[in-house]
């Protein structure tokens, strides 16, 4: 059974960074399109990152420029740094395939607040 554990959130202040992470288990991690995703409170969750098998990535435009996706596949982990962070980022993190087809984790809270 796949299992993904998300971890890096924390509270920080507008301009600040964090460095999301994302360990997943039980699957064969290194052939999937993977995804950052997030989900603010009352709102629908989006996908705001990807990266292919082979490391080609995309992101939403409210965070191109600022979020950088990026993968080991030998430890079966997804990193999203994320800079310059504005109060509009926070939400809670999750990872998974472009699709979503793997199990939910239970996320990582960001918060961007002075």
């Known amino acids: 059974q796949v299992q993904l554990v998300e971890s890096g959130g924390g509270m920080v202040q507008p301009g600040g960074s964090l460095r999301l992470s994302c360990a997943a288990s039980?699957?064969?991690?290194?052939?999937?399109?993977v995804g950052w995703f997030r989900q603010a409170p009352g709102k629908q969750r989006e996908l705001v990152a990807h990266?292919?098998?082979?490391?080609?990535?995309d992101y939403v435009d409210s965070v191109k420029g600022r979020f950088t996706i990026s993968r080991d596949n030998a430890k079966n982990t997804v990193y999203l740094q994320m800079n310059s962070l504005k109060p509009e980022d926070t939400a809670v993190y999750y990872c998974?395939?472009?699709?979503?087809?793997?199990?939910w984790g239970q996320g990582t809270r960001v918060t961007v607040s002075s």
């Open positions: 039980g699957t064969i991690f290194s052939i999937y399109r």
């Open positions: 990266i292919t098998s082979g490391g080609i990535t």
């Open positions: 998974n395939t472009y699709s979503g087809r793997w199990p």
